[in-house]
């Protein structure tokens, strides 16, 4: 049963690093208010919101994101270390 409850939570980890991916370069390559970016931001802003609010202000460079890929490998790897 953890185990299963393990590998959901990595599949998870996995889903969100994927659509972060796609959430980083869809913002390099179309608008703001293109609709594909805009469902992307309803899922991953709820996400980076309190990283952006603890990191200081660098300007246009946004570092958020970074951040939460190294949160989810670290999430994804202590569910792989601890529980299977």
Do not use: C, K
């Amino acid at each position: 049963m953890i185990e299963l409850l393990a590998q959901i939570l990595i599949i998870i980890s996995q889903t969100l690093t994927l659509i972060l991916f796609v959430y980083v370069i869809l913002s390099w390559v179309l608008p703001p208010f293109h609709p594909a970016r805009q469902t992307l931001n309803r899922i991953v802003d709820p996400l980076l919101q309190p990283i952006r609010n603890l990191l200081p202000q660098t300007g246009m460079i946004d570092f958020s994101p970074i951040v939460l890929f190294i949160l989810l490998q670290v999430f994804e790897r202590l569910v792989r270390e601890v529980f299977l």
